[in-house]
């Protein structure tokens, strides 16, 4: 004979329950699931890290003319006294593109956990990096045993070490003294370096003492000192659509300087705090890259490749980098190429 068992009240009641639960449960989780895809189209502000250099002060007009706002992308500008600071904050996930050199962008990948890859050029310096002696210095040649003031881990290493190299003189025959940039007018006047690797606005106010020459500048090394925009892989990928955005809005600010001078100029000279006129003398000094002419610095050749390569020999016989870097995977043409789809 079998047994036959039949649940008591309280075990019904008990499964009741369990089944009420696991159904709320389930509901919960098909509103989450419904309601994804609004959530995320509310994208989170992307922070943009910058330093004080002519070339990225059309990210910085497009911010306060409302080009940002206008393409419908969320910016939070943050601003840094020395590209160090900058790299560190990129570094620490503080911030999610930062301005920098192409030296900027070996650093934080030879040192950080994160893939950087530089997504933009801003502009190319065409004199405006220099290297300052102080008078009666006239030369390169002049510094060996001099004691010269470099921003450690920075583009300063390539300029010294490229001007060095055009005069046949070892790195090793000269004194670096490491400073961050906001330090070397201070110190370059207070006579604890002879010479000192800056560029604008710091540069502008050495000279405008009266006490140094320019013993070095960009224009002799042509193409070599690139600035970009820079952001992890993982990050373009996820945000290429807001990149493209942003970068048509700093070519509009491009455009915008064009045909409203003494506007624009006025603007970004007070966040230099410089002159308008010392702002326009260092724009000489570089080119700035619009829009149209960006995806040839991308090409396989291009002249973005062989600054990056020029710069990773010099960082890797200096000891700053130990470790191979493969130049394509430092270089993302995706947001350029984008913007340039949606261009009207």
Known sequence: MTLICFPDEDFINLMRTKDIIVTLCKAIILCLVLSFP??????????????????????????????????GVEIQLFDFVSLSDSRRAFERGQIDIVTGTIVELMIVRENSYKSPQAFYVTDFSNGADVILG?????????????????????????????????????????????????????????QEVDAICTYPPTSVKVLNTGDANILFNSSQIPGYIVDVL??????????????????????????????????????????EQISVME???AYEGMSVEALNTQIQYFAPNGQLVKASETAFEILRETDVIQRNIPINELINQGPVTMALSNVN
Not at 138 to 167: F, H, Y
């Open 38 to 71: 609004a959530c995320k189209k509310e994208s989170p502000a992307i922070r943009i890290g910058m330093t004080l250099w002519p070339g990225y002060e059309f990210i910085y007009l497009a911010h306060q003319k409302g080009f940002f706002k206008e393409a």
């Open 134 to 190: 102080r008078k009666p210095i006239q030369s390169i040649p002049d510094l060996i045993g001099k004691r010269v003031g470099v921003e450690p881990a920075s583009l300063d290493l390539l300029t010294l070490n490229l001007a060095l190299q055009q005069n046949q003189i070892d790195v090793s025959e000269v004194i670096l003294v490491p400073m961050a940039q906001n330090d070397m007018k201070d110190r370059f006047e207070q």
């Open 230 to 271: 820079m952001a992890d892989e993982l990050f373009i990928d996820v945000r290429i659509e807001d990149l493209a955005k942003i970068i048509q809005c700093i070519d509009r600010a491009i455009q915008y300087t064009k045909d409203h001078p003494d506007e624009a100029l006025d603007i970004m000279a007070k966040h």
């Open 279 to 281: 702002l326009q003398e």
